[in-house]
């Protein structure tokens, strides 16, 4: 690409300019995401386990919890280093967008919705289902501005797109090799367009799209790890007593997940085992369960500052190549790999949930379903929220192949963009299990 056609960093899908605005185009990024709809959204959205009212983090704090650690971690690189900045290379308000927009498609009930919507979007030709490729799709295509074109999203600008790419590459057509990926086949267009601003880059991450996804683990090993103690889920009075760590990472060994320890590092798992009984007995004294008496709750917010404190202030980011990298310390990545198999042992596998989850399988399925049926075959478009109608109008009925992985996609899209609460209300209501009311806002 030459460097007339290149894409800029503050260039937009549309060619909007700035006008009369006093923002950066880069302080609009952030603040169309921040007052966006599908934001907000994250209120109602789990985290690991639905929010019924106990203190567990949902999506939306969260979101912030990662954007106020990626913009502090970058504020630090360029008082350090502020030719990253003036070298277009680093700006704290791409990294906030990113981390605000990260996890914008997550759909109703979190990862086993994301699963489900995978099979049945492949089963049935559209594609499958990724929660980072709707979070990109939701800011390129369906997300609503008042200064945006139609089916542009928010229309951000190219850095941003490219810092919200954690993995940045399509899924591949035989489905081989990465597992995740950060677009979707009908969305190709607004990839490459991010893409181009770092067409050497290959299937590398952006410098700030690397930022992002360290404040993602961050936020979800730290902040997420104390709520569960908190809640009783979680026992690191146990887990971090002496002998815990080895009898934990035992478990984890006959599980296979072992390896998941030392995931971006050359350490062994011995090495991991040392790493973070080390950091246990440095940061986590914990000698009970949590009875929520303030003493604890004092040591509780000096210990999840002094991890995110660590986690920050360390990294470093090499420019001797032809890209910067973000450089973690292996200790630390060990330490935080160790703390996300904790919740994943403790919480995510929890084999109490496993009725809950069968039952998010179950709504997330049936809705799918109903809506795929009414769109395939040009049924009552009132059961069709509103926001939807003009792509509903388009391919309704139609069966030419393109347009079916269309109506594929449109029944993705629309049971992606519930809430929790609003899936479980609107199948109990299409089920005829609970009518509810005439006057019952549930979609639109």
């Given amino acids: 690409m030459s460097a007339k056609n290149r894409t800029t960093r503050d260039q937009r899908r549309s060619g909007e300019r700035m006008g009369d605005d006093p923002r950066s185009p880069f302080q609009r990024d952030r603040d169309r995401v921040l007052f966006s709809t599908p934001l907000h959204r994250l209120a109602e959205i789990t985290q690991v386990i639905s929010p019924d009212g106990h203190a567990f983090h949902n999506r939306l704090t969260h979101t912030l919890e990662v ?41 109703p009930f979190g990862h086993v919705a994301e699963q489900t919507l995978d099979e049945l979007g492949q089963e049935h030709g559209g594609g499958g289902f990724e929660g980072n490729a709707q979070s990109y799709r939701i800011v390129t295509r369906l997300a609503l501005h008042a200064s945006a074109h139609e089916d542009q999203g928010l229309d951000l600008t190219a850095a941003t797109l490219n810092a919200i790419l954690k993995y940045p590459w399509l899924r591949s057509a035989d489905q081989q090799g990465h597992t995740k990926f950060g677009a979707y086949h009908s969305d190709l267009e607004a990839f490459d367009f991010a893409r181009s601003l770092t067409p050497d880059l290959g299937d590398g991450r952006s410098l700030e799209a690397q930022i992002m996804d360290h ?13 569960f103690y908190q809640a009783g889920l979680l026992p690191l009075e146990d887990v971090f007593r002496q002998g815990g760590v080895e009898i934990f990472v035992t478990t984890l060994e006959g599980k296979n997940r072992a390896e998941k320890l030392t995931s971006g590092t050359n350490m062994t798992v011995l ?94 399925k049936g809705l799918f379903e109903i809506y795929r049926r009414t769109i395939k075959n040009d049924g009552d478009r009132r059961l069709i929220p509103a926001i939807f109608h003009k792509e509903f109008d388009e391919i309704a009925g139609r069966e030419e192949p393109a347009f079916r992985r269309r109506q594929v996609r449109l029944a993705i899209d629309i049971v992606a963009n519930l809430s929790d609460r609003q899936a479980a209300r609107l199948f109990s209501r299409l089920r005829g299990m609970d009518l509810g009311k005439i006057t019952d806002f549930i979609a639109g």
């Avoid at 993602?216 to 090993?221: F, L, Q």
């Avoid at 935080?336 to 084999?351: A, G, V």
Wanted: with cysteine; glycine share 6%; net charge negative.
């Fill in 67 to 107: 954007a106020q650690i990626g913009q502090r971690m970058t504020q630090r690189f360029i008082k350090g280093a502020p030719e990253l900045q003036a070298e277009g290379l680093l700006d704290p308000d791409v990294v906030e967008a990113a981390c605000l927009a990260h996890d914008l498609g997550h759909p």
């Fill in 215 to 227: 404040a993602d683990a961050i936020a979800y090993a730290v902040h997420d790890m104390i709520d």
């Fill in 271 to 364: 090495d991991a085992r040392k790493t973070v009984t080390d950091m246990a007995q440095a940061h986590l004294n914990l000698q009970q369960a949590y009875a929520g008496e303030k003493d604890e709750q004092y040591q509780l917010k000096e210990i999840a500052s002094r991890l995110i404190n660590r986690y920050i202030t360390a990294p470093t980011i090499d420019t001797s190549g032809s890209y910067p990298k973000l450089i973690i310390p292996q200790k630390h990545l060990i330490e935080i790999n160790f703390l996300k198999e904790l919740i994943w042992h403790y919480i995510i596998n929890r084999s109490q949930l496993g009725t809950q989850q069968e039952g998010m399988r179950y709504i997330v």
